[in-house]
C-alpha cells in the first residue's frame, strides 16, 4: 500500500514513520490477543471501531487539559499521534473489581470499590507484565518521582472524566489501563497519555444489564465482541456509518 517505514508491529496496532519528524501513525488492527498472546483470533471491524473510539475520547481528554499524543485521525484505521518514548508501565485504575485484581485477592467480581485503587504493572510481555509498587519503579529508575505523581494523577482525572462520559451513556468504567509517552521538545520533556483508550483496554459493563462491553467478550469466549465494541460506539456516537446495522461485515469490507 505504501512505502512508508514500519516501526513497530504490537499485538493490535502498528506503528508507521509520520509524515513529519516527531510523528507516526497508528494503524488499529482488528486482531485480538489475551493472556499475553497464549488466545489469539480476530474481532471484524475492530481497529475501525477503536480507531474512533480512541479519537473521541482523546479528544475530550485534550479538551479538558489532559496532554496527549493524539493529533487527528487520518482514515478508518489510523491516526496520526506525536512520536514517544513509551514509559514501560502499564497504569491501571479501578473502580469495581474484576479481572487479574479479583483472582488475586478472591474479592468478587462486580464488588465496588470505596475509592479508586490505581496500580502499576511492568510492560514487559516476556514476564507476563507483572505487577508491581511504586518503589520498584522508582528503586529500577522505570519513571521519576515527578513523572510517577503526574501519572497517578491524570490518571485518576482521566477516571473521573471518563466515568462521567461513560455513566452519561448508560456504561459503568469497572477498569482501564493507560500508558504514557515522554515527548521531547525544545523546551524539554512533555508527558503525553499514549497508546488507546477503548473497549481492548476499558471494561465496561451495562450499567442496567450489567452486559460486558468489552474485550472480556473475547478473552471469556462468551461471543457478541462484534455487537458489543459497535454497542459502545452507537451510544457514544461514534459508530462508522458503515457498520449501521450490518453486524460489522461493512466495517471489515472498508477497512484498509
Ligand atoms: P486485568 O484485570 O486483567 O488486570 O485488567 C485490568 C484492565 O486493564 C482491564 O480494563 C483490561 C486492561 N488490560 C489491558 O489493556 N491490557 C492488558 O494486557 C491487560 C492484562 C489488561
Ligand atoms: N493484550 C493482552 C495480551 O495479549 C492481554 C489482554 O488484553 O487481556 O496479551
Redesign the pocket.
Known amino acids: 500500500m505504501s512505502r512508508r517505514r514500519q516501526i513497530y508491529e504490537g499485538?493490535?496496532k502498528i506503528l508507521y514513520e509520520g509524515p513529519e519528524p516527531g510523528t507516526i501513525i497508528q494503524y488499529f488492527k482488528d486482531d485480538a490477543?489475551?493472556?499475553?498472546?497464549?488466545?489469539k483470533g480476530s474481532i471484524s471491524g475492530k481497529g475501525v471501531i477503536n480507531n474512533r473510539i480512541s479519537e473521541h475520547i482523546y479528544g475530550i481528554l485534550e479538551g479538558m487539559g489532559i496532554p496527549t499524543h493524539f493529533i487527528k485521525r487520518v482514515n478508518m484505521r489510523e491516526q496520526l499521534v506525536k512520536k514517544v518514548d513509551i514509559v514501560p508501565l502499564e497504569i491501571i485504575v479501578r473502580n469495581v473489581a474484576a479481572g487479574s485484581m479479583s483472582k488475586r485477592l478472591g474479592i468478587e467480581e462486580g464488588t465496588p470499590l470505596s475509592r479508586a485503587i490505581v496500580e502499576f504493572c511492568l510492560k514487559d510481555?516476556a514476564l507476563g507484565d507483572p505487577l508491581i509498587a511504586e518503589e520498584h519503579v522508582l528503586a529500577f529508575g522505570w519513571a521519576s518521582e515527578e513523572e510517577l505523581d503526574e501519572i497517578t494523577a491524570t490518571a485518576l482525572r482521566v477516571n473521573d472524566i471518563m466515568s462521567g462520559i461513560f455513566a452519561a451513556i448508560g456504561i459503568k468504567l469497572i477498569d482501564f489501563k493507560l500508558e504514557f509517552g515522554r515527548h521531547y521538545t525544545d523546551d524539554g520533556i512533555e508527558l503525553l497519555l499514549a497508546d488507546e483508550i477503548s473497549p481492548?483496554?476499558c471494561r465496561f459493563w451495562d450499567i442496567k444489564t450489567m452486559e460486558k462491553l468489552d474485550?472480556d467478550r473475547f478473552?471469556r469466549d462468551l461471543g457478541g465482541e462484534v455487537e458489543a465494541y459497535q454497542e459502545v460506539a452507537r451510544r457514544l456516537g461514534v459508530l462508522p456509518e458503515e457498520a449501521e446495522g450490518n453486524n460489522g461485515a461493512g466495517i471489515k469490507a472498508v477497512g484498509k
Open positions: 499485538k493490535a490477543t489475551a493472556f499475553n498472546a497464549q488466545k510481555d481492548d483496554s474485550k478473552r
